[in-house]
């Protein structure tokens, strides 16, 4: 599985959009994009995925580039509530489940 | 939605005691997963459960066992308690095996004194 890289931490202001990038630039071509988040001392979140097009739900957006060396979970309108580490993950599917996340980024949403 | 629910948020037990996590989701996931996080360690796997009453060890299965009676209820044992096993326990649950799109619950914060 191919190895991800975010920054430790990023602030937004509330009611902006929150742009979280993750790099995975040995990807390959049949490896999905995860993202979850852990709110402090909850169960992880699972957020959206995506192979190759950019993905769209209730929660958040995922921009993938074209190469697939890179991707961004944007939130549109961060609130406190998303307060939170958020995880990019590259798996293929097709193999065991287990979820195993890296350190993340720690997001702070603030007023 | 789905929901994932725990028999407990906290719970104290002493060394040696033997204690029960439940775990029970209500969308009819055939897979059902026990992690536990530790801090500096990330998140690892205990057991799993691809059907009723079939189980597979994760990555750290020692001195755990667990129970999957009914398709909606993945139990975790810990048969003889001990200070390292002191952690946030999480269950999750998803409909297919190969999907990364695990569905927690909110966790069991467990200390062994």
């Known amino acids: 599985d191919a190895k991800t890289t975010q920054p430790t931490s990023m602030d937004c202001a509330e009611g902006r959009a929150a742009n979280l990038p993750c790099n995975h630039s040995t990807i390959s071509g049949n490896e999905y994009v995860y993202w979850y988040r852990q709110i402090h001392s909850q169960g992880p979140q699972y957020i959206i995925h995506g192979l190759k097009n950019n993905e769209t739900n209730e929660m958040a957006s995922l921009i993938i580039t074209e190469d697939r060396k890179s991707s961004t979970l944007i939130l549109p309108h961060a609130t406190l509530r998303d307060t939170a580490v958020y995880y990019c993950i590259v798996r293929r599917t097709g193999t065991a489940s287990k979820l195993t996340f890296g350190t993340g980024t720690r997001l702070q949403v603030t007023l | 939605d789905v929901k994932v629910t725990q028999s407990s948020r906290y719970l104290v037990k002493r060394t040696g005691e033997k204690v029960f996590l439940e775990c029970v989701q209500d969308m009819d996931h055939e897979n059902m997963f026990w992690y536990r996080q530790d801090p500096g360690l990330g998140l690892r796997l205990i057991y799993f459960?691809?059907?009723?009453?079939?189980?597979e060890k994760g990555d750290i299965p020692e001195g755990y066992s667990v129970s999957r009676e009914k398709k909606e209820r993945f139990s975790l044992i810990l048969e003889s308690a001990s200070t390292n096993q002191t952690s946030m326990y999480l269950c999750?649950?998803?409909?297919?095996?190969?999907?990364?799109?695990?569905?927690f619950g909110p966790g069991t914060r467990l200390t062994v004194t």
């Open positions: 459960s691809y059907d009723v009453k079939m189980k």
């Open positions: 999750a649950s998803t409909p297919d095996r190969s999907l990364y799109e695990q569905y």
